[in-house]
């Protein structure tokens, strides 16, 4: 168990309403999972990731629904241990020149979809 300050080689961990309520130093009997000498890390935080505009476009003219592609992304987020993602999502104003993944629109429909599929998600998904 890796913690702050230190590392439990043969602890045990309590988990209540799916958050852990208790760490000890020793293992328990009965015990519902054992790690096997698996390490068990807190879940990663990524502070800013410009993830989603390549989901949903992963190849220039290529576009993904955006529902798919955030649900892919929220996977692969999730089996890599993070557990809150902070999407960077950037805008160009309404110009005939502004890119389509940069557009306000854009940007608009992907905060409401990601805000739409919140509680579908295994990632806690914020937008910065």
């Known amino acids: 168990i890796v913690l702050r300050d230190r590392v ?3 602890g045990a961990v309590r988990v209540e309403g799916g958050r852990i309520a208790e760490i000890r130093d020793q293992p328990v009997e ?3 999972f054992t790690g096997g000498g698996r390490l068990l890390l807190p879940g990663f935080i990524d502070m ?3 993830m989603v505009e390549r989901e949903v476009e992963p190849r220039s003219g290529v576009h993904v629904p955006m529902e798919i592609g955030i649900a892919e992304l929220d996977k692969r987020l999730a089996s890599c241990g993070v557990t809150t993602a902070y999407a960077a999502l950037s ?3 309404n110009s005939a020149t502004a890119a389509l993944l940069r557009s306000e629109e854009h ?5 409401q979809t990601i ?3 919140k509680d579908d998600l295994l990632v806690d998904h914020r937008i910065h």
């Not at 940007?107 to 905060?111: A, D, E, H, V």
């Open 8 to 10: 439990i080689a043969n």
């Open 30 to 32: 009965n015990a519902d």
């Open 48 to 50: 800013h990731g410009d």
């Open 91 to 93: 805008f160009i104003g």
């Open 107 to 111: 940007t608009s429909s992907i905060i």
């Open 115 to 117: 805000t739409g599929l």
